[in-house]
């Protein structure tokens, strides 16, 4: 008996997968307690896979799925459609799947989750979220006794490489994003990364597992890096902090109600922060669990071999099942806690303000943030600004509900004495002391 694997894909990850199944076909055996071997790969071009055997090479999808020979898919197509149908199918037909699609998961993994629970077969998806990292499988299963609190973490190579170059450089984001797309780390089209739409994917399956509840990528507030400039990265350097794109799940108690929170921004974190020493392309995530406490999860979140590593990793999880009877463990949403909406999340702002420089500026600008309830916890004057006829004002507020700040800020852009409202940054201390104003 061998364990069949159709392979959708042959791409970044795919080729890799496909090496790795090659190179390391005794071990897989040894490991599995029978042969895994390639059913067939399907692809958009099948001219353009020379590595390939020709023999496994199809460009019909759904009929490389619905093979008898088959008993495992993996799928690393990517986007929605055709990945979504050709899962179902497989799931369908009682054939395990394996995929590294985060799209597809965070758009509809509950559909996912929902066939394979009734056809009873297992859906595997560690690649999808921080590459190489064994990140999901530790969420799940290590931690299945705990309760996790907070899930807060750096899941984009690209925005890190460019705001680590930016923090080390002093360049700005054009220059340093220029940079990553000639080393590679950035695509012709960044959007999905520096707008924060590929993290905020891998928050929404983040949560979902976290807080066993249903969390999409429309549940999730995202924020990119775009507006990221090299006056903010120095102006959190003065904080003792630096700026990453977080993406924080995170579990809210009040009044008596649990409610969870799944967000990506920028902020700035404290540099004594682990996640802060997070430089390069690398991922690292930050858990903290009643029991456990705080816990780290570090290394290379994409490119094919590391990819591969977890898709292979689902694959003998999936395959020793196929053996050895049984199914792996199920996705729980059973919690159905409800998601709150970013105004109702308590954040803490850095606001640099272009003011006029004459007495009173300081208590109309105060009295904007008074108004609404939201407590200064520092305020300096950092020198002229607009050309020198001004001041620089920046301000570092206490935790506030953030539709209370931002509410704040757009009154202060509306205040006669404020020439311009320069940079809004959050800061997350994270569990950690964030320095005030003068001291770091
Ligand atoms: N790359 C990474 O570092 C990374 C990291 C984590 C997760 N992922 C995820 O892994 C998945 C694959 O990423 P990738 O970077 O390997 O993508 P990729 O390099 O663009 O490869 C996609 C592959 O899918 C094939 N394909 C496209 N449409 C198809 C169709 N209708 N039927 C059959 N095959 C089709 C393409 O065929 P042709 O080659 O013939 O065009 C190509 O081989 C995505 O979900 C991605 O989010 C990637």
Redesign the pocket.
């Known amino acids: 008996m061998s364990v069949r694997v159709a392979l959708?894909?042959?791409?970044?990850?795919?080729t890799e997968v496909v090496r790795l199944l090659e190179d390391q076909a005794a071990d897989l055996a040894a490991r599995v307690g029978a042969p895994v071997e390639l059913a067939g790969v399907?692809?958009?071009?099948?001219n353009?896979?020379a590595g390939v055997r020709p023999e496994l090479l199809t460009?019909d999808?759904a009929a490389l799925v619905a093979r008898d020979d088959v008993d495992v898919v993996v799928e690393?197509?990517?986007?929605i459609e055709?990945a979504r149908s050709l899962l179902l199918q497989a799931i369908k037909s009682g054939k395990s799947v394996v995929?590294?699609?985060?799209?597809?998961l965070a758009e509809d993994g509950a559909t996912l989750a929902e066939a394979a629970d009734a056809a009873g077969v297992d859906l595997y998806y560690e690649?999808?979220v921080a590459?190489a990292i064994p990140l999901l499988r530790p969420l799940r299963e290590s931690l299945a006794g705990d309760r996790i609190t907070r899930v807060a973490g750096i899941v984009n190579g690209t925005t890190n490489f460019v705001l680590d170059a930016m923090t080390q450089s002093g360049a700005g984001y054009a220059e340093a994003l220029e940079e990553a797309t000639r080393l590679g780390y950035a695509e012709a089209d960044p959007t999905a990364d520096v707008d924060g739409y590929d993290a905020a994917s891998k928050a929404a399956i983040l949560a979902t597992i976290a807080f066993h509840t249903r969390v999409t990528a429309a549940d999730v507030h995202c924020e990119g890096i775009r507006r990221v400039t090299a006056a903010d990265i120095a102006a959190a350097e003065g904080l003792g902090c630096t700026i990453k794109l977080l993406a924080i799940c995170e579990r809210l108690d009040g009044g008596g109600t649990e409610s969870v929170s799944a967000r990506v921004y920028p902020a700035m974190i404290p540099r004594p922060h682990p996640l802060a020493a997070v430089g390069g392309a690398f991922n690292a995530v930050f858990v903290e669990a009643d029991a456990a406490g705080q816990l780290m999860f570090y290394g290379q979140g994409?490119?094919?071999a590391p990819?591969a590593s977890a898709v292979l990793g689902d694959l003998v999880a999936v395959a020793r099942n196929r053996v050895g009877g049984g199914r792996g463990p199920r996705e729980t949403a059973y919690a159905s806690l409800p998601v709150r909406p970013i105004g109702d999340v308590t954040t803490r702002y850095h606001v640099s303000l272009d003011v006029t420089d004459r007495a009173g500026v300081l208590s109309a600008v105060a009295g904007e943030f008074a108004r609404r309830g939201v407590s200064i916890a520092a305020v300096r004057q950092t020198g002229a600004g607009d050309g020198g006829a001004g001041a620089r004002l920046v301000v570092v507020t206490h935790g506030a509900p953030d539709s209370a700040l931002a509410a704040t800020v757009d009154a202060l852009a509306g205040l006669d004495v404020v020439h311009g409202v320069e940079g809004v940054l959050r800061v997350e201390g994270l569990g950690h002391r964030v320095a005030t104003l003068g001291d770091s």
């Open positions: 959708l894909g042959c791409g970044t990850v795919g399907a692809v958009r071009r099948a353009r896979h460009t999808a690393v197509v990517g986007g055709p995929t590294a699609n985060k799209a597809l690649a999808s590459g994409a490119g094919g990819t």
